[in-house]
């Protein structure tokens, strides 16, 4: 065992898993290219979690060695969210100038998904956050995709799995979906350019989308465009 690591008994309480509601409002920043994606492409990437920046998804409660670890990184797919709407993590990208994040609740997102294949396949859950060096005997794939050490409380995320059996996934996988049923709002960066802002108004307008509020109110068609 590592030197100040903690083995974890084997426990209800420490293996929950943690389910959230569907009115459950969540928020995801991105950059302005991906939301241009989904909303004109209409699907959403769901990335393996061993492809993640951080080298340790998947891997908070087990060696970094782990056979699970590693079969848990190879099998899963995310998409990251948090439920921290009314304070977003700005400064996310290089460049916060093309920052926009998107709100929506996870009832919404699970319902914009085309296929009812996929819908099956994914499942949200509450990210379960332990103190650094917590290492779990025993642990199945679910619980390892849905814990992180405490240093990252403050993202208060709710992510979406992928998993299909012991298959191995892709480094990623476009989910198809209907952006207009699951985007309720588009939150822009404070810092974003008024170039932007425009563009991505005419792009709402250009393809008929008035059903999604931005920064708090529907965008309205300009007789004189």
Do not use: A, D, G
């Given at each position: 065992m590592k030197k100040g690591t903690q083995l974890v008994a084997y426990t209800n309480e420490e293996l929950t898993l943690l389910i959230p509601a569907d009115e459950t409002p969540i928020i995801r920043i991105m950059s302005l290219d991906e939301l241009i994606h989904i909303l004109f492409e209409k699907n959403i990437r769901?990335?393996?979690l061993d492809k993640f920046q951080d080298e340790f998804e998947g891997l908070a409660v087990v060696s970094k060695d782990s056979k699970e670890g590693d079969f848990t990184r190879k099998t899963s797919l995310i998409s990251c969210w948090s439920y921290n709407i009314n304070n977003p993590m700005w400064h996310l990208l290089n460049d916060n100038t093309e920052e926009v994040a998107i709100i929506t609740t996870v009832g919404d997102f699970k319902r914009a998904i085309k296929s009812r294949v996929n819908r099956d396949?994914?499942?949200?859950?509450l990210m379960q956050y332990v103190p650094a060096g917590t290492l779990y005997e025993l642990?199945?794939?679910s619980k390892l995709a849905t814990r992180k050490i405490d240093s990252y409380k403050h993202e208060k995320e709710i992510r979406f799995i992928y998993t299909k059996g012991v298959e191995k996934q892709p480094r990623k996988r476009l989910i198809k979906l209907d952006p207009t049923k699951m985007i309720k709002e588009i939150i822009l960066s404070p810092e974003m350019s008024d170039e932007n802002k425009?563009?991505?108004?005419?792009?709402?307008?250009?393809?008929?989308?008035?059903?999604i509020k931005v920064n708090g109110e529907y965008i309205k068609y300009d007789l004189n465009q």
């Open positions: 769901f990335t393996r396949f994914i499942i949200p859950f642990i199945n794939r425009r563009l991505i108004k005419n792009h709402l307008i250009r393809n008929e989308i008035y059903n």
